[in-house]
């Protein structure tokens, strides 16, 4: 029910204000003046104060997420639609939440982000960058082979399979555990599938749109990419 109204509330509002999206906020990635969306159930348990309590109680949940502040966030299956009228969105950012989904549905929410974005609405998507991550475990590879002591560890190799390939190790579908990995090629070929353009590569914190850079958390191992409609 607050679902329902939310939604009922935020159509009839998209015809009276700026539309900026935060997708897969958290609850540390909250953006003022954005409708942040997450799909985590701890959305609707921070709903239940004296439910969230008893399961931190019970230690079924942790002290991290008893604390975890949820209550500026809309939850959302994003993967699946977007709660919004087609060309009503005015921005998008979405931050290392891309790759936390299957591929099929990664691509399907961006024709999602497509469709809501209003003509020459702009989008920055930051994901980890594969490339980045694969020259890391190529390196650390060929340097542990070339030294003479043994034994050899296997930390750059679990390291770069955990990164990329996070849920099919654990079998966990859900949180943290990467689903998919994109590099800066697959993304641009994706993305003009789609219908999106000027499609540019950006360094941290840097970009066209110069508030949705300043909200860039993570230098070392992102790509940052802008696009428009």
Same mark, same amino acid.
């Given at each position: 029910?607050?679902?329902?109204?939310?939604?009922?509330?935020?159509?009839?509002? $998209?015809? $009276?204000?700026?539309?900026?999206?935060?997708?897969?906020?958290?609850?540390?990635?909250?953006?003022?003046?954005?409708?942040?969306?997450?799909?985590?159930?701890?959305?609707?348990?921070?709903?239940?104060?004296?439910?969230?309590?008893?399961?931190?109680?019970?230690?079924?949940?942790?002290?991290? $997420?008893?604390?975890?502040?949820?209550?500026?966030?809309?939850?959302?299956?994003?993967?699946?639609?977007?709660?919004?009228?087609?060309?009503?969105?005015?921005?998008?950012?979405?931050?290392?939440?891309?790759?936390?989904?299957?591929?099929?549905?990664?691509?399907?929410?961006?024709?999602?982000?497509?469709?809501?974005?209003?003509?020459?609405?702009?989008?920055?998507?930051?994901?980890?960058?594969?490339?980045?991550?694969?020259?890391?475990?190529?390196?650390?590879?060929?340097?542990?082979?070339?030294?003479?002591?043994?034994?050899?560890?296997?930390?750059?190799?679990?390291?770069?399979?955990?990164?990329?390939?996070?849920?099919?190790?654990?079998?966990?579908?859900?949180?943290?555990?990467?689903?998919?990995?994109?590099?800066?090629?697959?993304?641009?070929?994706?993305?003009?599938?789609?219908?999106?353009?000027?499609?540019?590569?950006?360094?941290? $914190?840097?970009?066209?749109?110069?508030?949705?850079?300043?909200?860039?958390?993570?230098?070392?191992?992102?790509?940052?990419?802008?696009?428009?409609?």
């Amino acid at each position: 029910m607050y679902l329902s109204k939310w939604l009922m509330k935020s159509i009839k509002n $998209q015809e $009276q204000r700026e539309v900026k999206l935060n997708i897969g906020c958290g609850p540390t990635g909250q953006i003022k003046g954005f409708d942040n969306l997450d799909n985590s159930p701890s959305v609707l348990l921070s709903r239940i104060p004296v439910l969230k309590m008893a399961l931190y109680k019970l230690s079924i949940i942790n002290k991290h $997420q008893y604390k975890a502040d949820w209550s500026g966030v809309i939850r959302c299956d994003v993967s699946r639609r977007l709660p919004y009228r087609n060309e009503k969105v005015d921005k998008i950012y979405t931050s290392h939440f891309l790759e936390h989904i299957p591929q099929k549905k990664g691509v399907r929410f961006l024709w999602e982000c497509h469709r809501v974005l209003k003509k020459d609405g702009i989008m920055r998507l930051v994901v980890p960058d594969l490339l980045w991550h694969a020259e890391r475990y190529v390196e650390g590879t060929k340097a542990l082979m070339e030294e003479s002591a043994l034994p050899y560890d296997r930390k750059a190799h679990d390291t770069f399979l955990k990164t990329i390939y996070g849920a099919y190790l654990t079998h966990k579908w859900y949180g943290a555990e990467h689903r998919y990995m994109y590099d800066f090629p697959t993304l641009v070929s994706i993305l003009k599938e789609i219908g999106f353009k000027r499609i540019l590569k950006y360094d941290y $914190q840097e970009g066209e749109d110069e508030e949705l850079a300043t909200y860039d958390s993570r230098p070392e191992d992102s790509l940052h990419l802008e696009f428009l409609k």
